[in-house]
């Protein structure tokens, strides 16, 4: 379940392509829901923090690399409602 949340979130993908390897995307998504909701994360965070501050002291550190690809039409591209929507806004 987790996995594919962790699938999720890495790759962008819609619940919908969740892989079935995964399980129900439908299950997975309203895990992931609830659990947002519930603050379950942010215990699972702080519990994480937790130990490693009592194993490493203050020496460790968290990285998060937040880098996003995103494919945008161009105008004249093959998305004619793109390019009519900005011969529209001219």
Same mark, same amino acid.
């Given at each position: 379940?987790?996995?594919? *949340?962790?699938? +999720?979130? #890495?790759? @962008? &993908?819609?619940?919908?392509?969740?892989?079935?390897?995964?399980?129900?995307?439908?299950?997975?998504?309203?895990?992931?829901?609830?659990?947002?909701?519930?603050?379950?994360?942010?215990? *699972?965070?702080? +519990?994480? #923090?937790? @130990? &490693?501050?009592?194993?490493?002291?203050?020496?460790?550190?968290?990285?998060?690399?937040?880098?996003?690809?995103?494919?945008?039409?161009?105008?004249?591209?093959?998305?004619?409602?793109?390019?009519?929507?900005?011969?529209?806004?001219?």
């Amino acid at each position: 379940m987790i996995d594919g *949340i962790f699938f +999720r979130t #890495r790759t @962008g &993908c819609p619940w919908r392509d969740l892989p079935e390897r995964f399980g129900n995307w439908k299950t997975v998504y309203n895990r992931h829901r609830r659990w947002s909701g519930d603050g379950i994360w942010e215990m *699972i965070l702080g +519990r994480l #923090r937790a @130990g &490693c501050d009592e194993a490493g002291g203050r020496a460790w550190t968290v990285a998060a690399d937040a880098t996003v690809v995103r494919a945008v039409a161009m105008p004249g591209s093959v998305c004619p409602s793109f390019s009519a929507f900005m011969i529209t806004m001219q």
